[in-house]
């Protein structure tokens, strides 16, 4: 099958990183023609990442997200004539690592499926932001359309009035949304790999798959990616990613390397008033004698669960007022802090932060406190 592939980058910091590159270099395995937007005007570091694999790279700004980009490439550069001749058009983005299966296993077992489009997981019925209603559709990370739809007037115009988002739920909303009620609509016959797997987990209607099922969804649905967003320390599925994580580094398969390195070079937001720097923690854990996290709740929590992951160790959950039933855990003002002992804020608010960070300062120094 002649294939087309769209690929959107951004970062922040115009850089392309290592885990990118492996991915090109298995996309190119199964694409005829690969196109690279890059959301930024220059690449500061890595372009060999796109480079060796790109057929042709476009740079423009962040206008519209990875939505906006696809719809700039397809519109404004590539044009729907030479489109026309692809028997399949792929578009996905920077969002997620992988593969972790050979991308020639995973389009060779696509290509037995008959149907207009494809994706990865699809999503169950929900609501946005408590608003706007939505069904069950295919997540908009790893989308395929093939030859019917492509040379469909419906499809172009989508492309051609969406209008450029100005934010990230407008971005869900008018592409993810707007664009899998089209296909909807207009009779096309679309599936996810997620749903050939012989493994069924119930998902809950607002629930999102990649976000709370990782794991599940790499082992034995066998998908080939992992959502960067999954491994953020401020969501409820960050155990169940992490999870997915180690099974991914059992197989062996793909050097996980590529992940930790992105990981440690951007950090994880925590908040306004805080981001954790791994390469910071690291050297707060091993100067100091013991480690409280301060905090019980999902940061916590997650960050335990991360402790966990590295081999280290924690004295204790520390709390302000009442432990409940919480093991593991001491109110702060009993609790023993000695002068080579480290207490990490694990928090998810900047008010919270401030508040318990002014509390600790009164018992300990500023070098005892992270982040």
Same mark, same amino acid.
Request: aromatic share 16%; glycine share 6%.
């Given at each position: 099958?002649?294939?087309?592939?769209?690929?959107?980058? $951004?970062?922040?910091?115009?850089?392309?990183?290592?885990?990118?590159?492996?991915?090109? &270099?298995?996309? @190119?395995?199964?694409?005829?023609?690969?196109?690279?937007?890059?959301?930024?005007?220059?690449? @500061?570091?890595?372009?060999?990442?796109?480079?060796?694999?790109?057929?042709?790279?476009?740079?423009?700004?962040?206008?519209?997200?990875? !939505?906006?980009?696809?719809?700039?490439?397809?519109?404004?550069?590539?044009?729907?004539? /030479?489109?026309? !001749?692809?028997?399949?058009?792929?578009?996905?983005?920077?969002? +997620?690592?992988?593969?972790?299966?050979?991308?020639?296993?995973?389009?060779?077992?696509?290509?037995?499926?008959?149907?207009?489009?494809?994706?990865?997981?699809?999503?169950?019925?929900?609501?946005?932001?408590?608003?706007?209603?939505?069904?069950?559709?295919? &997540?908009?990370?790893?989308?395929?359309?093939?030859?019917?739809?492509?040379?469909?007037?419906?499809?172009?115009?989508? %492309?051609?009035?969406?209008?450029?988002?100005?934010?990230?739920?407008? !971005?869900?909303?008018?592409?993810?949304?707007?664009?899998?009620?089209?296909?909807?609509?207009?009779? %096309?016959?679309?599936?996810?790999?997620?749903?050939?797997?012989?493994?069924?987990?119930?998902?809950?209607?607002?629930?999102?798959?990649?976000?709370?099922?990782?794991?599940?969804?790499?082992?034995?649905?066998?998908?080939?990616?992992?959502?960067?967003?999954?491994?953020?320390?401020? +969501?409820?599925?960050?155990?169940?990613?992490?999870?997915?994580?180690?099974?991914? /580094?059992?197989?062996?398969?793909?050097?996980?390397?590529?992940?930790?390195?992105?990981?440690?070079?951007?950090?994880?937001?925590?908040?306004?008033?805080?981001?954790?720097?791994?390469? @910071?923690?690291?050297? +707060?854990? $091993?100067?100091?004698?013991?480690? $409280?996290?301060?905090?019980?709740?999902?940061?916590?929590?997650?960050?335990?669960?991360?402790?966990?992951?590295?081999?280290?160790?924690?004295?204790?959950?520390?709390?302000?007022?009442?432990?409940?039933?919480?093991?593991?855990?001491?109110?702060?003002?009993?609790?023993?802090?000695?002068?080579?002992?480290?207490?990490?804020?694990?928090?998810?608010?900047?008010?919270?932060?401030?508040?318990?960070?002014?509390?600790?300062?009164?018992?300990?120094?500023?070098?005892?406190?992270?982040?």
């Amino acid at each position: 099958m002649k294939r087309l592939g769209i690929y959107v980058i $951004y970062d922040c910091e115009n850089i392309v990183d290592d885990y990118i590159g492996y991915m090109l &270099q298995e996309l @190119r395995k199964v694409v005829d023609c690969l196109v690279v937007v890059c959301n930024f005007k220059e690449i @500061r570091s890595g372009i060999q990442n796109i480079n060796d694999y790109a057929d042709r790279i476009y740079y423009r700004d962040n206008t519209g997200f990875d !939505a906006g980009a696809y719809k700039y490439a397809l519109c404004c550069c590539i044009g729907w004539s /030479e489109i026309s !001749a692809y028997e399949e058009l792929v578009l996905l983005n920077d969002s +997620f690592y992988g593969p972790f299966y050979p991308m020639r296993n995973l389009f060779a077992k696509m290509d037995k499926i008959s149907v207009d489009y494809w994706g990865l997981t699809k999503s169950p019925a929900g609501t946005l932001t408590g608003k706007y209603t939505y069904g069950s559709h295919i &997540q908009s990370f790893f989308l395929a359309f093939r030859k019917p739809i492509l040379d469909d007037r419906r499809f172009r115009n989508f %492309w051609e009035s969406m209008p450029y988002p100005k934010s990230f739920l407008q !971005a869900v909303r008018v592409f993810e949304l707007a664009c899998n009620k089209l296909l909807d609509e207009c009779g %096309w016959n679309g599936t996810a790999l997620s749903d050939l797997s012989q493994h069924k987990y119930h998902i809950k209607a607002n629930e999102n798959p990649y976000m709370l099922y990782s794991y599940e969804l790499v082992r034995y649905a066998e998908i080939p990616v992992l959502k960067r967003k999954s491994l953020d320390l401020r +969501f409820q599925g960050f155990s169940n990613a992490l999870k997915a994580l180690k099974y991914i /580094e059992d197989q062996g398969g793909y050097n996980v390397q590529l992940i930790k390195k992105h990981i440690l070079r951007i950090g994880q937001p925590l908040h306004e008033k805080a981001k954790l720097d791994f390469y @910071r923690l690291d050297k +707060f854990y $091993y100067s100091h004698t013991r480690i $409280y996290l301060y905090g019980a709740g999902i940061l916590g929590k997650n960050l335990a669960e991360y402790f966990d992951y590295r081999g280290w160790s924690f004295e204790c959950f520390l709390v302000t007022d009442s432990c409940h039933s919480l093991n593991n855990c001491e109110i702060f003002d009993n609790a023993v802090i000695a002068e080579e002992d480290g207490i990490i804020i694990a928090v998810g608010t900047k008010e919270a932060y401030v508040q318990i960070k002014d509390l600790i300062k009164k018992r300990c120094t500023e070098k005892q406190i992270f982040p």
